[in-house]
Nanobody, 115 residues
Framework: QVQLVESGGGLVQPGGSLTLSCAAS????????MAWYRQAPGKQRELVAL???????NVVNSVKGRFAISRGNAKNTVYLQMNSLKPEDTAVYYC?????????WGQGTQVTVSS
């Protein structure tokens, strides 16, 4: 059974930084994609960034230049480095694993950007 556990959320002032972590356990196929999504109150869940098993990564335009996604050395951990945070970045952030077609979600971690 694959499980994803996120950590690193919290309250931060505008302009601040946070790093989210997600650790995947269980059988992870060599071909996989890990991603971060977020869902703000009253809004749909949206993709923030993704990274393929090859290391190729993409972030959406709204966070480009501020957020970066990376994998740990063990390849089953993914990070989201968030800089220059804005109040509109406030959301529950979810880790996602596409494990060669099988989809898994973490429980979510709250990020609140407020002064």
């Amino acid at each position: 059974q694959v499980q994803l556990v996120e950590s690193g959320g919290g309250l931060v002032q505008p302009g601040g930084s946070l790093t989210l972590s997600c650790a995947a356990s269980g059988y992870i196929f060599a071909i996989n994609t890990m991603a971060w999504y977020r869902q703000a109150p009253g809004k749909q869940r949206e993709l923030v960034a993704l990274i393929y098993n090859t290391g190729v990564a993409n972030v959406v335009n709204s966070v480009k230049g501020r957020f970066a996604i990376s994998r740990g050395n063990a390849k089953n951990t993914v990070y989201l480095q968030m800089n220059s945070l804005k109040p509109e970045d406030t959301a529950v952030y979810y880790c996602n694993l596409d494990n060669s077609g099988e989809n898994y979600w973490g429980q979510g971690t709250q990020v609140t950007v407020s002064s």
